[in-house]
């Protein structure tokens, strides 16, 4: 062509470009096809597509679709509905077949007539692969970061109530074929606050680990798994009218777990915990309840499978102090020990324990018509056990006195004195504990007042057998009764219940759904792979979760340093009830088209009976695409390899603990396939690493790799490993790193104390066991803590280490630990209170060297409380009304003496105690010097004080309440005469008394023998 023809084709174009459009040709019409997965309903889903034309004109069209599952295609009809929306035409095509995971469809919309012209043959054709929503069909390997947060706060008349759980942390997900798999490994807290009319509840927890699995194969959810881990504080306050009781306790272990696995519902919850119990009442009149204890143990698990409860353990031990203070009485008790146990294993209980022991006192005072008493009451033994649904222990020891206007004792003394065989009223025969209880009420003295109902002086003595069935778990356990009561109201008898015992079992504990549903739900349903914009569907696969989603324009998002085409889209959260709202971009193209690149969602769903709000918001970032690859050859480059460690420096060998190797691994380009480490030199070959969250990994895609190992052998020291890593172009990178592994110390396997009780300064032998893979070099047991010494042990097998070791005056009486030093032939030394009792060393898991250490026990012996010495001395003293004598004693405990009291009998002075106090304080009591052991009392000798040898009696008590007695014979005589006056009472006449008091004593007991007879029988309980 030569240049003027290319100059007049310029201009035809030129002036084709100025001509109006309306006088040009036609635009050819056209069809999109999006699809319209949405229903009438706010949770139906539909198989349909809106077809959208180019203008608002006429058309006719030709529909051809092919619907492939698994290789079959489907038949087909449908039905078209024509609109205008927009200024176009749009046309709704409703087809009758339903939608299924991996179905491909190729839909062709062929138009053939437009506003008259007919002969047309436009097609348009899409075609797309059935998936489930954020899960591509292509194999792939991504790492995402999560974070979501679950809140459920709102108020009531009670007051505040809440549920509050969150989570940071790292996902990872992977297509291998049909099976999809998701982990999802970080932190987080979890909080509940409830509130009633009685109390308020609060649990706060700080989640260590929280991990959740997810399984789906062929697009159908196979397995879920949520685990949680963590510690935190319980605080529960309870109000009952002026009562109100508050428990705060430190967890120190908690555990919730909930899975579901091919439809089977799982849950293990466990929690441990320590803590502080106070309950406290303030009445009227200075009443009032006050109760301090102290929570040591508290433990709680079960495991659920299927509906069916397999294990519960419920377990607690606490001790409280008991101070109740009402109408002018009181009652003091000290709860020693409160303990409970239960343990159920596929429905059978196998462990039962309730425990109770404790000591205190009592009193109180009353008036009536100006006389006054005062009660006074110790309770010198509380002890009830049951253990493996057996009554073992029922012990109750009080003893009382009356004081005032009216004086006396009172005393019950309850325990069970024998077991064996009992018929009951129908002749039965069953096992029961014999527990006899006696009480006494002695009034000795009145001078007034109408106590006790009028009872005069005297003394009532009442005795029981209460044959009870040996089950603590049946009801009406008493089979017979026996009782003899003597005073004025004399009877003895025995009954046989009707209807007793009632047989019955513990009832098992039943399953629970305790933990809920704890996983996040989020929501899921089919979609068209890839997305195209103006799709809309409904993903309606999560129960109580349904979004209606739209797509919107597409855009390139730089992910993993490369650029990913997505498209962005829109849902609503429309269900049954929820509302929110939700956006991000899902990539459209490539081998990942159908993934989620980036998520924001906000949700509120109904929960509870009043409607309440659990709003749930969350935040996804897809952060590494590890396959398929993304990048070519020529652009990769190989791993760098950073510090090799063991994770908090540390690793012990012989088998002593679960070891972490770390490895920093860097790569560009974030394909790295796989790390491993040469450990030969610890014995262990060759491992593999992981980034994934699994075998001991802290976190996913922290570049950190990681492997769990456990070093059986003797090595120590610092040992050579090599670590290669490998990306998946097999670019490869090594390094070698030096690890050091720590020296375990010996461990002590057994200790035997003989005896296991003695006083201080006595000797015991103490045999000790010890194991040391390197061999045992010495074992020492120091008592320098008690001003002892260390005392080396010796051995002939270096195994069994044995000394005599005398035990220190520095030990107080009660438990003692005592410390065991071992120190091994490489010089690793380990001091220990506690040993580890083994039937074998070795472990097919840890190694032949391990020693298992589930049961610890204490390493102590019991130092017996020594009695304070006490030295008295006879003396003599002259009669002297106008002066004050001063009596003394000598008295010295390595604990401490407590008090020393003497009875001074007709030395009494007027009004004065039984008992009085004697002094050492180098003011009271006559006493000279403070401290120095000697005690010192005024004795009251008045003008009527007969002459002659008057004996009394002396007590001393240690700080532990140990108690010495002895006495002395205080002789008083006029001052001018060394015998006695005429007016006492000589050793001949008190001797002479003595006798005759001696002989009517022989004489009774003779009658009594004589008739009580003799004859065959079965004794006073019935039994033979």
Known sequence: MTNRGVSICLAVVLAMSLVPASVQADEVPSVQITTHWVGDGPTATLHAYTLTFSDNGTYSVDIDMLQDRNGTALPTSYNLAWD????????????????????????????????????????????FTVGQWNQPMDDHEVLLSTSWAMNQNYTTEAGEQAFD???????WQERVGTTLSSWELGNGTFRTVETTEDGATELNLVLTQLWKNETVVAGLLTSQVFDARGFGNLQTTII?????????????????????????????????????LNVSEDGEENNSLSIDGELAVFLFEYVDHDGERLLQHTQFEAMADFILIEDGSRLDVSLDGFSSLARWENGVRTQHLEELYGAGTFGFADQDENASLQVNGTILDLHTKLENGTTLIDDLHVDGTLSGDVQGTFGVVRTIEDTGMQANATGELFLVNVIFQESWFNITGINGGNFFDG??????????????????????????????ETGPDASEGEEFPERSPIQQNATAPVAEEGLGNLTVGRETGLMPIPLMKDDRLRLAGQEGITLTVSAGD?????????????????????GDGEAGLASGAMVSAGPLKGLLSTVQRTLAVPFGEDSETVVLEETQTLERVLSPEIVSEDDNTAPSIGEVQWRDGLAIGEGAMVAHLEVSVNDLEWNVIGVTADLSSLDLGEVELNDRGLNGDAAIGDDIYTASVIITGLQVGAHSVGVSATDSF?????????????????????????????????????????????????VQLDLREYGGEVVNMTSEDRLVWAAMVEMPIGMNPGHRSMLIVATDDLGAITQQRFFTPVDEVGSPVYGPHHVASEVELPIEIHILNDRPVLVSDSVRLDKNPDEQAVYTVQATDPDGVERVQIRLGVFAPIGGGEWAMMHDDGVNGGDEVAGDGTYSVLLSVRGGTPL????????????????????AVITLAEPDTPGVSEGGLSTMVLGALGMVVFLGALVVLALMLRRGGGGEGGDRFGMQ
Not at 111 to 126: E, N
Not at 244 to 265: E, K, P
Request: no cysteine.
């Open 84 to 127: 205008s929306m927009g200024g176009v035409r749009t046309a709704l095509l409703t087809f009758d077949t339903s939608l299924a995971w991996g179905d491909v469809i190729d839909l062709t919309v062929t138009i053939t007539d437009h506003d008259g012209t007919s002969g047309l043959d436009i097609a348009t054709q899409r075609t």
């Open 165 to 171: 759980l969150s989570f940071t942390g790292q996902g």
């Open 240 to 276: 009952d009218g002026d009562m109100v009781t508050v428990i705060d306790a430190d967890v120190s272990q908690a555990l919730l777990n909930r899975s579901v696995i091919n439809g089977v519902v799982g849950e293990h919850l466990s929690i441990e915990a320590t803590g502080l």
């Open 455 to 484: 009872a005069g002086v005297g003394a009532t003595h009442n005795e029981t057998w209460d044959y009870q069935a040996v089950q603590s778990d049946w009801d009406n356990r008493t089979v017979r009764l026996v009782w003899r």
């Open 554 to 574: 597409t855009r390139i998002d730089v992910r993993d340093g490369h650029n990913l085409t997505v498209i962005e889209w829109t849902g609503v959260y429309e």
């Open 730 to 778: 097999g670019a490869t990178s090594s390094t070698t790193g030096e690890l050091d592994v720590s020296n375990q110390a010996p461990r002590i396997i057994d200790v035997e104390v003989v005896p296991t009780s003695l006083e201080r300064g006595q000797s015991a032998v103490i045999n000790v066991e010890a194991y040391d893979g390197h061999g045992v070099d010495r």
């Open 948 to 967: 002659g040898t008057h004996q009394v009696s002396l007590r001393a008590f240690d700080v532990y309440g140990e108690l010495n007695t002895d006495s």
